[in-house]
C-alpha cells in the first residue's frame, strides 16, 4: 500500500513558476511509475507528466512540453513537479498519482492506470 501527499499548490501570476511534491509512504513507491494528473470542473483528469521507476524515461502532453518537469528522489521517497511559464490554463487541481504496472510510461496515460492517488493540490494562475 502507498499513500500520496501533495504539497506546494498557491497562487501566481501568469509566467510563473511553482514546484509542487509528492511525499508517499509505503515499501514500494520506488518501483513505481508515477504520474502528475490535473483536474479543472466538468473536465476528465489529465495526465500532464510521467516518471518511470528508476527516472530514465519521462513522458509530457504537447500541452506542458518543455514548460513542466517531473523528477524523482526515490531514496526520500518523493517525486516533484517544475512548473514554469505558468498559464491561466494551467489553473486546476494537481494530483500525484503511483501506478505499479510495468509498462512504458507513455502507455499509462489514464486514471484507470493508476492505484494509488494523493488528495491534490490546488495551483491558481493569475491573468
Known amino acids: 500500500q502507498v499513500q500520496l501527499a501533495e504539497s506546494g499548490g498557491g497562487l501566481v501570476q501568469a509566467g510563473g513558476s511553482l514546484r509542487l511534491s509528492c511525499v508517499a509512504s509505503?515499501?514500494?513507491?520506488?518501483?513505481?511509475?508515477v504520474g502528475w494528473f490535473r483536474q479543472t470542473p466538468g473536465k476528465e483528469r489529465e495526465l500532464i507528466a510521467a516518471?518511470?521507476?528508476?527516472?530514465?524515461?519521462?513522458y509530457y502532453p504537447n500541452s506542458v512540453k518543455g514548460r513542466f518537469t517531473i523528477a524523482r528522489d526515490n531514496a526520500r521517497n518523493t517525486a516533484y513537479l517544475q512548473m514554469n511559464s505558468l498559464k491561466p490554463e494551467d489553473t486546476a487541481i494537481y494530483y500525484c498519482?503511483?501506478?505499479?504496472?510495468?509498462?512504458?510510461?507513455?502507455?499509462?496515460?489514464?486514471?484507470?492506470?493508476?492505484?494509488?492517488w494523493g488528495q491534490g493540490t490546488q495551483v491558481t494562475v493569475s491573468s
Open positions: 498519482a503511483a501506478s505499479p504496472l510495468r509498462l512504458p510510461v507513455q502507455a499509462l496515460d489514464t486514471p484507470n492506470d493508476y492505484n494509488y
Open positions: 516518471i518511470r521507476w528508476n527516472s530514465d524515461t519521462t
Open positions: 509505503g515499501r514500494f513507491f520506488g518501483t513505481y511509475t
